[in-house]
């Protein structure tokens, strides 16, 4: 059975930090990601890192947020710095496997206010 199950969401004021993880099980992934879903909006790619370490971030997450990978906990990772309002969504772990079935966690809800 395949899950991501992720953590780390909370509330921030702008300007702070946050850490997601995810921690998957159940097969392995050429490619994991972060994606996010705010409300009245279309689910959209924040970053992505393959299996050779190789990332990809949206323009609205360049410079401020960092994905990282820990192959040995089969565990992603995604650094949030300088959040700003617009960052409050619904973030979701993404992941990828070798046929290139994609795989999703629950959701883990971020929001930046003061």
């Known amino acids: 059975q395949v899950q991501l199950v992720e953590s780390g969401g909370g509330l921030v004021q702008p300007g702070e930090s946050l850490r997601l993880s995810c921690a998957a099980s159940?097969?392995?992934?050429?490619?994991m990601g972060w994606y996010r879903q705010a409300p009245g909006k279309e689910r959209e790619l924040v970053a992505v890192?393959?299996?050779?370490?190789?990332?990809n971030y949206a323009d609205s997450a360049k410079g401020r947020f960092t994905i990282a990978r820990d192959n040995a906990k089969n565990t992603v990772y995604l650094q949030m710095n300088s959040l700003k309002p617009e960052d409050t969504a619904v973030y979701y772990c993404?992941?990828?496997?070798?046929?290139?079935?994609?795989?999703w966690g629950q959701g883990t809800q971020v929001t930046v206010s003061s």
């Open positions: 993404n992941g990828r496997d070798l046929s290139y079935t994609e795989y």
């Open positions: 159940g097969t392995g992934f050429v490619a």
């Open positions: 890192i393959r299996v050779g370490g190789a990332t």
